[in-house]
């Protein structure tokens, strides 16, 4: 079950976040404070997936902007989450045009 998800630019300025389950302001604050912080701090070498607070993490980085998808543990294929962050950024690219 997907939980939240995040567009981020490369400065860690959050540019969309959607929430499935509810977070007061303060708690998403900081859940995405520490996640963006964390993928940020990731070279490329590094695997997309981790574990933080109970929950799966997966990101992908398309030109500036990363895609970050929080999922139950234990819920999702963490290649299935990638490939639902691919679709969604082809998705956004054919309706913005250079996304």
């Known amino acids: 079950m ?3 998800v995040l567009m981020v630019n490369k ?3 959050t540019r969309l ?3 499935y389950d509810f977070l ?3 708690e998403r604050v900081a ?3 520490e996640i963006i912080r964390k993928c940020l701090s990731r070279n490329e070498l590094q695997c997309s997936f981790m574990e933080y607070r109970g929950m799966k993490v997966v990101y992908r980085r398309y030109a500036s902007l990363f895609f970050i998808v929080g999922v139950k543990q234990g819920g999702e294929n963490e290649l299935g989450i990638l490939e639902f ?3 969604l950024v082809e998705t ?3 309706y913005f ?3």
């Open 2 to 4: 997907i939980k939240f």
């Open 11 to 13: 400065q860690g300025q």
């Open 17 to 19: 976040a959607e929430y």
């Open 24 to 26: 007061s302001i303060e």
């Open 31 to 33: 859940l995405e404070a």
């Open 85 to 87: 962050i691919h679709v």
């Open 92 to 94: 956004l690219d054919k």
């Open 97 to 99: 045009e250079n996304v």
